[in-house]
């Protein structure tokens, strides 16, 4: 026979779960939302651009105790990265310490980012930075890892160019530039090596080039960086730190 004060215990023990669970699905919900905002914000002022923000499996509740995140996956939202059209991002920042001190926001104990720029990127990136409709357009070759760029109409123009890492960075080589046998002027490519130099030397949270590829949509770079310290942002920014409470 069963004892209704037992049945009625159980009943309201369950209910007693079934609330605590959802007050605490709920407030993870509204943790995490909060961190992964507090995250953009602090990292957007470095990264250049407006990312997308993912936290790891670790629950953030758990995360209000030591303040430590396994990892946090972060993508660029917006259609251009500093002066690169087109360039997407997508980093990965592991060992996130949110412990903030009065100089940093917390540390990155390491990152990895690949970052893609395709060749319709890199033409409005250099038609954009003054250069108009003179150069008209860019071809990647994958098996020679190189760029051309037809300069005119009629293809009668262009120059080629390769980029490569050095020591960390990527430099951009001219490989051969003509007009039917004669050279282009100088100024002219140089003004093209340099925006693209400049588009690919863009290292957020003390990453370095350690590679860097022509496929047939455009170029292709990873980067990777060890312990970094999140600065605070400048005087008079509202942000203060990822204080996650």
Known sequence: MTNPKRSTLATVAAVVVVALVAVLVGAEVYVRNRATTCLAQSLESELGTGVDVDLSWKPVLLQLIDKKVPSVTLDSDDDAFGPAEEMTVHAVAKDVDLNATADSTGTIGSSRAEVVWPASG??????????GSL????????????LRFT????GLAEFTVRPVVQAGVVA?????????GFGLPTALVDSV???LATGLQQYPLGMQATAVAVDD???????????FTMPRPQEGAQQQGCSLI
């Open 172 to 180: 951009v080589e001219t490989v051969d530039a003509s007009v039917l």
């Open 135 to 146: 150069v008209t357009a860019v071809t990647p070759d994958a098996d020679a890892g190189t």
């Open 151 to 154: 300069v005119g109409g009629g």
């Open 193 to 195: 090596v340099q925006i």
């Open 217 to 227: 949509n455009g170029v292709n770079l990873t980067l990777e960086g060890g312990s």
């Open 122 to 131: 890199i033409l409005a990136t250099v038609q954009g930075q003054g250069l």
